[in-house]
């Protein structure tokens, strides 16, 4: 990441917006922002692989279900966060990742600019490549920045998206238990 860059562009927006970039407030700003987008864009060329590549071995094939995993995430169209809730369900396939992993797998995916809905296949797809489960089933619940505090401006609306692949996708009966089990 060139922080250098981040910090002359950010002192452009500044002048252009018309503010005084010598502002006490402001003087700091662009090292700032750099900083901010070196950790909020960390996911940027990365994969899961490192932490789904870890496994336990397990003979049992019953859902796994990891819920409300917090992430934050920037949308690609306007740069304003959009954050909420990830759940992931999946059916092992002999082998398990540790609960953890699946929430760092998120975090990997979410640290870029992106979109919810690619951040949702996104996960799915990681998870069917690297822990090769049965089935998975991936559900985010996201408010987005870029509808509050500008264009259409509705606070509180949320964005649910879903992606199943595997069994998940295509046996109904265990899409709806996983679905249950999440709670949607």
């Known amino acids: ?15 252009a917006i018309g503010e005084d970039k010598n ?12 900083r901010m987008y070196e950790e909020i864009f960390a996911g940027l060329g990365k994969t ?42 999946y059916i092992p396939n002999e082998k398990v990742a540790g609960l953890s992993k699946l929430a760092r797998t998120v975090e990997t995916y979410a640290k870029k600019p992106q979109l919810q809905e690619r951040l949702s296949i996104e996960i799915a797809d990681a998870m069917m490549k690297y822990l090769e489960p049965k089935g998975v089933l991936v559900v985010i619940e996201a408010e987005h920045m870029c509808m509050n505090m500008r264009g259409v401006k509705k606070p509180g609306s949320k964005t649910v998206t879903s992606v199943a692949r595997g069994v998940l ?16």
């Open 48 to 89: 899961a692989e490192e932490h789904l590549s870890k496994t336990f071995e397990i003979t049992e094939d019953n859902i796994v279900v990891v819920k409300d995993i917090d992430f934050y995430s920037m949308c690609e169209h306007h740069f304003l966060p959009f954050y909420g809730k990830a759940h992931i369900a």
């Open 23 to 34: 502002r006490e407030g402001l003087l700091e700003t662009p090292a700032r922002v750099a």
């Open 169 to 184: 996708e295509t046996d109904e009966k265990q899409k709806q238990e996983a679905f249950r089990l999440i709670e949607f």
């Open 1 to 15: 990441m060139d922080k250098q860059k981040i910090e002359q562009a950010v002192e452009m927006i500044i002048e």
